[in-house]
Structure formats: structure tokens, C-alpha cells
């Protein structure tokens, strides 16, 4: 079975629990300091404090679905984003090749004049023989200078012969290597779209979860995101990094920090790289290259091309690779914390650097 298929299947499932347990009378959200004072045969096992911690079970399970959803969209978002970027690139280089097959053919137009020309010339000297031209020849050094002359034509005709050929052969490189670039451009615009396919998916999975819940719900299930994220920083925190990490911000970190803070508010938007929304790596990119070191445009290639640096040596500036497929990047901003775009339905804004599981550290300026 695709993965495809099993994910919609597992969210299916969620959504079944979460409506058969959510729907069924007296196990929705009876207060604890509200019972009910006329219980009944059939629910008299199942006590208010028994109802909530059922519930909470459920919206746990429709949680760690939404987090489940929302990966495999920021991986396609990745997959989308490298897509685009490397069209760019091959956009530039198709221009590239054809301004030069433009010079080359204009090189080589001029070049077939001047053979044009010197072979005009070789005609109108007759192409008499060297014995022949000193026999009717009058002045014997009159000769000899037209000889060295002939010679001087033929070794510029020899290499204006050579030029030509190399231009030829330069043209048909050229032109192979366009032919080649628009084939990986084509590949990468399908790639491009099926990954804006997987996205879409992905998100439209996890808002029609998050649609089935009643306001009080998602209220709820929104705690129980902050309640993980605080445990699990707290949890970084109670291990004693912070007091090893004593690095500070150099200049380029400090205008990067700035940048990326002042963006705090924006809404997450996949494939966005500013100015008015942003993905997790379109900030990060846009912040290093608002502070004049451009770096990759992906989280994974960030991970793949930037200097790892230990945790405990981190400082303002450097970026934080979250999840083993380096799906998610932050940058630390010191204190143990972090700015990021989170995910959609997010703006950017500031968490706990050990909120998420750390694959490593990259930096992206120099010492």
C-alpha cells in the first residue's frame, strides 16, 4: 500500500475516534466541578475528570496526526523549493548558452567573410606557380617580397581556417549543452509540480482534521501543542546546554537576528520567501542574505553545504536543523530560543530552541 494511501487511512481512522468518542452523550465536556446530579445506569462508570482524560487522548492522537501531516508537507515544501531554485538556475544558464550561440554565430558569419575574402584574392593572383610567377616576374626582389607576402596569406588563411572550425564545434557544444539544460529544466518544473501536489495534499488532510473539532477542541488541542513543545524544551533546558553555550553574535549574525525578528507576525506560506509571508527556510534564507552572506535556499541543503557547528558552541545567527530528514530550520537568537516560520496557519515568531527534535547546527558566516 503507498504511503499516500496509508496516511489518508490513518487520518480517516483519527477522524472516526475523534467523532465517536466526541459524539457520544455524556462523554463530550462535562464539567469536573459540574457533574451530572441525575446519573444514569449507563454512564455512572464514566465519572467528568474519566470523560476529559478520554478526549484528551483522542485530540493527543489528532495532534500527533497534525504534526505527522504538516512534516510531510514541509518535505514537499523542500522538495518544491529545490525544484525552483535549480529551474532558476537553469533558466540563467539556457540564457547564458543562448547569448553565446548568438556570438558564436555572429563570429562565425565574420570569419566565413574573411575566408570569403582571401579566397577572392588567391583568385584574382591567378594561383600561378612559384616557378612560373619568377619566370614573367621583371624584378627578381619584387618576387621574392610577393613570395614572403603569399607566405604571410597562406599562414593567415591556415588559421582564419582553424578559427572557423573551432567556432563550429564551439556552436555545436553549445547548442548540445541548451538541448541538455532544458531537458533537466522540464524535469525539474514536474518535479516542481508534483511536490506542489503533495503540499496541497498534505495541507488539505490537516485542515479537514482540524474541521471536524469544535472551537472548544482546538482550543484545547492548541495547549496540548504548547504543553508538548514546553516539555520538550524544558526537558533541553533541565540537561544544562544553556550553560555551555557562551557564543557571541559576530556582525553578519547580529544583522541576519535583526532581520529575522523583524519579521515576527508574518504568516507562514510554503514556497514564500518574503517579504509579506515566509517558510521556515525562506526566512533563514532571506535573513543571511539581508546580512550579506547568501546561503542555500532549503533546509536540506543548508544542513548538506554549511559548517556544523556543536550545539554548545552555537551563537545569534546560527540556524538549527530540526527532524533526522532536515525538514525544519530555525535561527537561534541566544537565551535558548529561536525564530522560525512553524508551519501553515502559523505566523513567525519566537519558541523554544529545544521545542522540536535537533539534527544539528549549521553557520552560515565564517569565523
Known amino acids: 500500500m503507498g504511503s499516500g494511501k496509508r496516511t489518508l487511512i490513518t487520518a480517516a481512522i483519527a477522524l472516526a475516534c475523534t467523532v465517536t468518542v466526541l459524539g457520544t452523550p455524556g462523554a463530550a465536556y462535562a464539567s469536573p466541578e459540574r457533574p451530572d446530579p441525575r446519573p444514569t445506569p449507563s454512564d455512572s462508570s464514566a465519572t467528568a475528570p474519566a470523560s476529559v482524560s478520554a478526549s484528551d487522548e483522542v485530540l493527543e492522537t489528532v ?49 566565413k567573410d574573411r575566408a570569403g575574402a582571401a579566397a577572392r584574392a588567391q583568385y584574382r593572383g591567378g ?42 564545434e564551439d556552436l555545436k557544444q553549445y547548442a548540445s549543452d541548451a538541448a541538455d539544460e532544458w531537458k533537466r529544466l522540464d524535469a525539474n518544473r514536474k518535479a516542481k509540480a508534483e511536490a506542489k501536489k503533495e503540499i496541497e495534499k498534505q495541507i488539505a488532510a490537516a485542515e479537514e482534521l482540524q474541521s471536524r473539532l469544535k472551537e472548544q477542541e482546538r482550543e484545547r488541542l ?17 540537561s544544562g546546554i544553556l550553560k555551555e553555550i557562551r557564543g557571541r553574535a559576530s556582525e553578519e549574525g547580529r544583522k541576519a537576528v535583526r532581520f529575522a525578528t523583524d519579521q515576527i507576525g508574518k504568516p507562514y506560506v510554503w514556497g514564500a520567501e518574503g517579504p509579506k509571508s515566509y517558510d521556515c527556510s525562506g526566512l533563514t534564507s532571506q535573513a543571511w542574505a539581508a546580512a550579506g552572506a547568501p546561503i542555500p535556499r532549503t533546509s536540506q541543503e543548508q544542513w548538506k553545504q554549511l559548517k556544523h557547528v556543536d550545539i554548545k558552541d552555537m551563537r545569534p545567527g546560527d540556524l538549527i536543523i530540526y527532524f533526522s530528514d532536515a525538514s525544519h530550520v530555525a535561527m537561534y537568537i541566544g537565551d535558548g530560543a529561536i525564530v522560525h516560520a512553524p508551519r501553515p496557519g502559523r505566523t513567525v515568531t519566537i519558541a523554544g530552541a529545544g521545542s522540536m527534535p535537533i539534527l544539528g547546527v549549521v553557520r552560515p558566516d565564517a569565523d
Open 222 to 238: 492548541q495547549k496540548l501543542e504548547e504543553q508538548a513543545a514546553h516539555q520538550a524544551q524544558t526537558a533541553w533546558l533541565d
Open 127 to 168: 594561383g600561378l606557380p612559384p616557378g612560373m610567377r619568377l619566370w614573367l616576374s621583371r624584378d627578381p626582389q619584387e618576387f621574392l617580397d610577393d613570395a614572403g607576402t603569399v607566405r604571410q596569406g597562406e599562414h593567415a588563411t591556415t588559421g582564419l581556417i582553424a578559427e572557423l572550425t573551432r567556432t563550429q
Open 63 to 111: 495532534r500527533a496526526k497534525l504534526d505527522e501531516l504538516y512534516h510531510d508537507a514541509a518535505v514537499a515544501t523542500d522538495a518544491y523549493n529545490a525544484a525552483e531554485e535549480k529551474a532558476e538556475k537553469q533558466s540563467a544558464q539556457i540564457v547564458r548558452l543562448a547569448r553565446e550561440i548568438v556570438k558564436g554565430q555572429e563570429r562565425l558569419a565574420e570569419l
